[in-house]
């Protein structure tokens, strides 16, 4: 028993000092930590992350431009083949408004989210951006639209986008393929390495707790993050969502992908990794034990109100209240609350030189 807490202790010491570890030594841990070495290990992450970023959690303004996907993603509620969602996409002019709204309420970084969606070609996406860059100079444009081109990309970063999301989703080859029937293991990989390589600040990332997903397949996603240097990453709880097939899998663990959270801040201390609304959709105080676990960025949902629940990637995914832009108040409260402030500024990676 006891040799096993100074095991998990000694491999968390390392990891804090050399922000490495092999995938077996992250997988004894992720078997392993019980409530001493967790404790410590989450004591260490936010150790890691106040000697980086101090108290500060910045806040993004998360728009979720469109529902309509090509793509045949198991888990996601909003994939292309389910028939029983409203799909609708926002035009321009409701994209524009969203920020600006968002601008008045401070936001200096705007997230604009969707699923695959060929209406949203790379001339409707440049001009996007390019007017977003115009009318607020002083903020950070990030995508999260899925797979493109690499051409496609460079047209984007350079009509003025500054960050891109794209969850890898797993490392385990077969387990991708499957939850991911038409789509390419290795196409996706390529796209994370086109977007660091064209200067993107990048977000890769994983649910936990997908179907069929085990601890050595998480070990070897936290190696990939650290492998491709990610400035962002995202990781949240497996929801099941009514309309797909895993609509009877129990949701991914809180304590697992708070563990993973606090794990992925000692292995890349600079990152920026949201207390994603994954996390606040499974436990009522999921993003502030994120917050405490390593996290700080917290991205409200800045959608017009009547397409939120339309966006239903999984069930029971909070989009009001402290999650949305217009509960910041309450929000920054709890912030406070669980011993951080918030920072409204771009909060870009700690070695991004704006170029
Ligand atoms: N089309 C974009 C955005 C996808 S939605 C893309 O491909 O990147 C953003 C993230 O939501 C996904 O990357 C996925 O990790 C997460 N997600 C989707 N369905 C989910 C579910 N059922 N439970 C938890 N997270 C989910």
């Not at 709204?101 to 695959?116: A, D, I, K, N």
């Not at 179907?211 to 995202?234: H, I, N, S, Y």
Request: net charge negative.
């Amino acid at each position: 028993m006891h040799t096993k807490i100074n095991r998990c202790i000694e491999l968390i010491d390392r990891l804090d000092e050399s922000h490495t570890l092999t995938g077996e030594e992250i997988q004894y841990l992720l078997e392993h930590v019980e409530e001493t070495s967790r404790d410590y290990l989450t004591l260490k992450a936010d150790a890691t992350r106040r000697r980086i970023y101090g108290d500060r959690v910045f806040l993004r303004g998360l728009v979720e431009v469109s529902n309509f996907c090509i793509r045949h993603c198991q888990y996601c509620g909003i994939n292309g083949l389910n028939p029983n969602i409203r799909r609708y996409r926002l035009s321009q002019e409701e994209i524009l408004a969203s920020c600006r709204g968002g601008y008045e309420m401070g936001f200096r970084t705007f997230v604009l989210q969707g699923g695959e969606d060929p209406a949203f070609t790379d001339e409707v996406l440049t001009e996007l951006i390019r007017t977003l860059r115009r009318d607020f100079p002083d903020a950070a444009v990030t995508l999260s639209l899925g797979e493109r081109s690499r051409e496609s990309y460079r047209r984007l970063r350079e009509a003025g986008a500054d960050r891109y999301l794209l969850r890898h989703e797993t490392r385990n080859r077969d387990l991708y393929q499957k939850i991911h029937p038409n789509s390419d293991f290795d196409e996706r990989t390529q796209c994370l390495r086109d977007l660091k390589e064209l200067g993107y600040q990048v977000g890769a990332g994983f649910m936990v707790g997908i179907p069929g997903q085990t601890r050595a397949d998480l070990a070897q996603d936290l190696l990939f993050v650290k492998e491709l240097d990610a400035e962002m990453v995202g990781i949240g709880p497996f929801m099941p969502h009514h309309d797909t097939i895993f609509k009877a899998e129990p949701a991914g663990s809180l304590a697992d992908t708070l563990l993973l959270l606090s794990l992925t801040r000692l292995l890349l201390p600079q990152a920026l990794i949201p207390a994603t609304t994954a996390l606040a959709s499974v436990a009522d105080d999921g993003r502030e034990l994120g917050l405490k676990a390593g996290c700080n960025v917290i991205m409200p949902n800045l959608s017009p109100p009547g397409v939120r629940a339309s966006y239903s990637l999984y069930d029971g995914k909070v989009s009001f209240g402290s999650e949305a832009a217009e509960g910041k108040t309450l929000l920054e409260q709890k912030i406070k609350d669980a011993g951080y402030q918030t920072d409204l500024s771009r909060g870009d990676h700690a070695t991004w030189k704006i170029k």
